[in-house]
């Protein structure tokens, strides 16, 4: 990771985190690392149309119980997937 800083703000170059719901996927910087996978979805449900109920987390191809207890770390892919079960 580089950083460099530009007037008042630091850029990070780094591996980006991707999160992905269904087709929709964006990268977000990794200044993010550090957050929660609660913190992440708290940001990214209006862009990824996340639904109401809640998702299911796979982070790095592992399934995650706990979204408050995994920080999210640069280069990290997480996927939020709809609950077996749900319609819709």
Do not use: C, W
């Not at 209006?46 to 809640?54: A, H, M, R, S, T």
């Not at 920080?71 to 819709?88: I, N, Q, T």
């Amino acid at each position: 990771m580089v950083r460099k800083k530009e007037g008042d703000e630091v850029i990070v170059n780094g591996d980006s985190i991707r999160v992905q719901y269904g087709v929709h996927a964006i990268k977000l910087s990794p200044n993010y690392a550090g957050k929660t996978i609660k913190e992440i979805i708290d940001l990214t449900s209006g862009i990824l149309n996340l639904p109401d109920d809640g998702v299911g987390v796979i982070a790095n191809g592992e399934v995650l119980d706990d979204v408050d207890g995994y920080a999210v770390e640069e280069g990290d892919k997480l996927e939020f997937v709809k609950s077996a079960g749900r319609k819709g």
